[in-house]
């Protein structure tokens, strides 16, 4: 089956992250700074050092970020190119209340609750907005299925054969179907039905195509249909040809200090760590049987050791008791699929005894 075009919807929690590092200045402002004076009635100017995160939402990316002191001033943080929001507030000393709001263009689409700071002089405060996302989460649209697909292998000239498709929408829209064929000289009795006859005048071979779209996304099959003289004393056969590759393996063999692994495709087989007997080795075994049945498969080893077949998951899993003398051991996998051709494949491993201290 083939996809048509696709959409892309991201969902957020978005919880935008306003970390506000409020930075008292009293003692240390030039001549002539506003903050110098301070207020009239001689309390002492902070500033609200403010910077946001912004995330993608439903809505769209953050354009615009203001951040509210209320009953009090409101300042729009500047948008940086790395798509962060910063600026300052100049605040008075003592206790506040900050609210953020994050817009899409004019479109309100995230606020915060009131977080209190408190300014005191000599001091640094840290305050976070979590800006939340106001907007209610969807999922993402989904293509349609195709449940079934009917159509004759063949048919003879001007005959009409019969062809059917249905399909199911998992998000409830409706269905609409196109049928079209590359035979510029075959016809369609309802090329957008669910059922249709496709008729051709000459003898030939077409490729039919259908779609089945949710108006946004789409599903498609094809197929061929061979027409014949009426006539015509000669039949044809589709021939569907596989070939048919003995098993491709993976094994892997895992032991507390190192590990290695050898595959069919590679050229050299021998593991270049070696192993401390006595100890337990794993081995794993993953055979590909590519358009075969699985079969048997069989792991033996060259050296005298002890074999446990433990189970299987992605791979066929064993246990590998190696012998406690020193030895030159071939761990070999045997696979044969449901045609009867054989793969082979062994590991070579040098085990070495455990050296007394």
Sequence with gaps: MAIGKTRTSVLSAMGLVLCAALLPVSGCAQHDDPLDAGEADGSRLGIARLSVQAAPTTAGDITRVTVTVLSGPEAELAHDPDGNFSGTLLLPEGSHQLVGNAFVGDQLVGTSAPVSVEIQGGAATQAVLRILDLAEAHDIEHSPIVLGLTYPLSTVVNQPAQLSISAVDLDDDALAVE????????VFSAPTAFVTDFTKPAAGTCEVSVSVTDGELSASETFSIMIFEESQAQGAVIIDGRFIARPVMRLTLQWPDASCFVNSYLADGTCQEPITAPGRVELLLR?????????????????????????????????????????????TARSTNGDGLSGLLSAAVLVSPEQAE
């Design 287 to 331: 055979v590909e049987w590519g358009d075969s049945s699985p079969g048997l498969v069989e792991v033996t080893d060259s050296c005298g050791g002890a074999i446990t077949y433990t189970g299987l998951s992605y791979y066929h899993m064993y246990d590998w008791q190696p012998p406690t003398a020193q030895a030159a051991c071939s761990i």
């Design 179 to 186: 049928w079209t064929s590359d035979c510029a000289d075959g």
